[in-house]
């Protein structure tokens, strides 16, 4: 063994030599890329410090999201599973019937279903011209059955960066002085509580109401934006001094909220001439803020939504159950 060496011992030193430049080579080369890869991390840092803030974030943090996602999806599946379980042992054949064609409901949403994304808030803040100006600023065109709100409506609409839908919903309005109009909020608030984003729309400043409303939607894991619309009829001044307050009653909550301002209905501002000048509808920035929001966390929303779902209505099988049983041991 050692004579081999010695006979071929020139060879195995240029066989080293040849490693040692070619690493020096393959080190050289990625000091070079690296140096590039910083360059152009510098340069879109200063150019879009949004889009870089959310590249570096999906780079290290996606992965140990996405198993978070699929937790939240395994444990509603989970809970499914058991209310289908539950259900079987109910007696009353309506209740059961009921229960079945809600867990259906969050199954369908689970697999196949869109991001809800409600429009929430008093009946004159304009929440449906805000619709029309969204679907207008998103596909082109507004839904002919867009109108004054009086119950749930809703259009969807596909943007292919999405993993689904989105689903508009236009609710009617809350603040409404009469029975049906109780009735009404009843069913809108129940409608927020179902949604992956809440559009609470206001067009002053923030009231108690709102302010309580907005921390119980927080308290159940609701994804708000709160929409400053009818910017136009006020000054620049007076619409930062509202979004201020805004922002100061709502800084306790411990869910991050979003205020943007708009302009969904532009109302005619008086010209030189004969006719009056009238501005174009401003929803651009809510526009955004909508489709960044699902793009990042579109996902983590729809399954935080329908673990919340699927857990309270196992906590309604169990109590039918629970009452159920109470009846026969008393008969």
């Known amino acids: 063994m050692y004579s081999l060496l010695l006979k071929y011992y020139k060879y195995l030193l240029i066989l080293f030599f040849l490693y040692l430049i070619l690493t020096l080579f393959r080190n050289l080369f990625n000091i070079y890329t690296l140096l590039i890869f910083l360059i152009l991390l510098v340069i879109l840092y200063n150019k879009d410090k949004r889009l870089f803030k959310k590249i570096v974030y999906k780079f290290f943090f996606n992965s140990k999201k996405n198993v978070e996602i699929k937790d939240k999806y395994d444990a509603a599946r989970i809970s499914l599973e058991g209310i289908n379980d539950i259900n079987n042992k ?57 109108g004054t709100t009086k119950n749930i409506t809703s259009y969807k609409i596909r943007i292919p960066i999405l993993k689904r839908n989105i689903n508009i919903i236009d609710t009617p309005g809350l603040f409404e002085a009469s029975i049906k109009g109780e009735e009404r909020e009843k069913s809108t608030i129940l409608e927020a509580s179902k949604s992956d984003i809440i559009l609470f729309v206001m067009d002053q400043d923030i009231n ?30 007076q619409n930062n001094i509202i979004k201020e307050n805004i922002i100061s009653f709502t800084s306790s909550i411990n869910t991050s909220i979003t205020v943007v301002r708009t302009v969904a209905s532009p109302q005619f501002l008086p010209n030189n001439s004969l006719n009056s000048l009238k501005i174009n509808p401003d929803v651009g920035n809510l526009f955004k803020e909508i489709i960044e929001t699902l793009d990042d966390h579109g996902e983590e929303l729809l399954a935080e939504n329908i673990l ?14 629970a009452e159920q049983r109470s009846v026969k041991a008393k008969s």
Do not use: H, W
């Open 208 to 237: 108690k109401y709102e302010l309580y409303l907005i921390k119980k939607l927080s308290e159940i894991g609701k994804k708000i934006i709160i929409v400053l619309n009818k910017c136009d009829l006020r000054s620049e001044k």
């Open 308 to 321: 919340s779902r699927s857990n309270k209505l196992g906590l309604i099988s169990k109590k039918i159950i």
């Open 90 to 146: 109910i007696t009353n054949k309506i209740n059961a019937e009921l229960m079945n064609y809600e867990k259906n409901k969050i199954e369908q949403q689970l697999n196949f279903g869109d991001y809800n994304v409600t429009l929430f808030g008093a009946g004159s803040s304009g929440k449906t011209s805000l619709a029309r100006a969204l679907l207008k600023n998103l596909i082109g065109k507004t839904s002919p059955t867009i």
